[in-house]
């Protein structure tokens, strides 16, 4: 199982970031025998927790609902687990695990559990409100293109 799950998160890691590339805390590296080599890049550091957030909230959708409604999924779970990178000037562990957890806004790993059908994703919540004027700026202007629709 936890070989299939790793296959499943280097799969989404390639596809779930085509248009926002810039966004993600990694870059695809070499290639090895045993698959591809995902590092850290230095100017993706401020995204790494948002990011993580991101593909495990999209990995719990693909398992669970498989490819059904997946660009919708994609978008609004990027959304939501974006939205803290704009809203607050740092974003630690806490933050994104308080999210996560559902304790200050509803989170869609909760949503998902709950739902019947992959429908239920366009419940979630995010925003493009900005921390202040210039903050992200151009994470806000996707983030108000995937809004709430």
Partial sequence: MVTFMLGELTELRRTAFEGWEKFASYRLGEHTNDGEIFNE???????RYVTELYLASLLYFTNKFGDDDLEAARQRLFAWSFTPRVQFLRVQ???IDKLAQG??????FGLLRNAENSRTIYELSSSSKQYMDGHEDALAAVLKNLGPR
Avoid at 41 to 47: D, E, N
Avoid at 103 to 108: C, G, N, P
């Fill in 41 to 47: 890049a230095p100017s993706g550091r401020r995204y």
């Fill in 93 to 95: 562990f806490r933050t």
């Fill in 103 to 108: 304790i200050d806004a509803r989170s869609a």
